[in-house]
């Protein structure tokens, strides 16, 4: 019989590099939501993956991220540096000819990670001049020492599965920590909030989707139909016209399209109910975060 291998592996970088599509596509699931504005991630989310011999737990993180002032912010920064704590091996993840100060930052954040760093160079898809990728990579290779570098386009699956085997090859040897057949630890409950947040944020303009969070109120199974009221927490009457829309068209189409994700993740017919409502100020109210479902990740 063959060794298994056993582990956490994070998925860390900046803001908007694709951490949580490359979750989605190891995964092949939609379980983190993801969009083309930053900060789409809030909570850290488990994704599990067992292979023949071995079974990664993939920890999506919120990108690290320099704008730390309002405590939301503070608060995912925590999120996603607390993993270092008790992962096994670290994808850091990069945009493939892209180097910004935020990234910097998080390379400083890896020194005191003392297990093995995999460099993932995503959105390999966009450049259109190939002979600039290896330059890219070999100088990011002298800035620290990585287990393996592995460029990868995470939007079409491109070289995502080698990344997968580099992976469990780092894990240590250990029993696997979760049933074969668990995909997240996530709840239903959870990731029902989360598609609509997703939604929201990517069907609305710029700066709304940071005034909003989504808290599900009821989530009730009825057999082969489940029951889901959410409310759409904004910071403001005006937000809650824009989320709600022309003749409650936005609220409609954010419903539909949630709907629709539901149902192909949980397998079953989804009845769903939205409220918009305000409460002033959430995003900057630790008492509030913590009601809203930010708790501090354990510190163990
Ligand atoms: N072209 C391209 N776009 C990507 C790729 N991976 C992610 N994206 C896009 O980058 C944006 C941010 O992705 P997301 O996964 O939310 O990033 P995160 O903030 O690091 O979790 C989204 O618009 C994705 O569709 C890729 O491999 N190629
Ligand atoms: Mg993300």
Do not use: C
């Amino acid at each position: 019989m063959t060794a298994t291998r056993a582990g956490y592996a994070a998925l860390l970088g900046r803001p908007n590099v694709g951490k949580s599509t490359l979750l989605n596509r190891l995964i092949g699931q939609k379980l983190s939501i993801t969009s083309p504005k930053p900060q789409t991630t809030r909570h850290v989310i488990l994704g599990i993956q067992t292979l023949p011999d071995a079974q990664i737990v993939y920890v999506d993180t919120p990108g690290l991220h320099r704008r730390g002032r309002q405590a939301l912010n503070r608060y995912l920064n925590r999120a996603a540096a607390s993993v270092l704590g008790y992962v096994d091996v670290v994808v850091w993840v990069v945009e493939a000819l892209r180097w910004t100060e935020e990234d910097e930052d998080v390379l400083h954040r890896l020194a005191d990670f003392a297990g093995p760093v995999v460099l993932a160079a995503n959105k390999v898809d966009r450049i259109t001049d190939k002979s600039r990728l290896l330059p890219f990579l070999r100088d990011l290779a002298s800035r620290r020492n990585f287990s393996e570098v592995v460029p990868l386009a995470a939007i079409n699956g491109d070289n995502v599965a080698a990344l997968e085997q580099v992976i469990a090859r780092l894990l240590p040897a250990r029993d696997p920590l979760f049933p074969e057949e668990q995909m997240t630890t996530a709840s239903e409950r959870f990731l029902a909030a989360e598609l609509i947040r997703e939604k929201l944020t990517r069907l609305l303009r710029e700066e709304l989707p940071y005034a909003l969070t989504v808290e599900i109120e009821h989530f009730v199974d009825e057999g082969r139909l489940t029951r889901v009221h959410a409310l759409i927490w904004v910071e403001r009457e005006t937000q809650k016209g824009i989320v709600i829309g022309e003749k409650g068209a936005m609220l409609r189409e954010v419903g539909r399209q949630a709907r629709k994700d539901m149902e192909r993740l949980f397998g079953r017919k989804v009845f769903l109910q939205t409220w918009v409502k305000v409460r002033e100020g959430w995003s900057d109210d630790e008492r509030v975060l913590r009601s809203l479902g930010y708790a501090d990740p354990p510190t163990s």
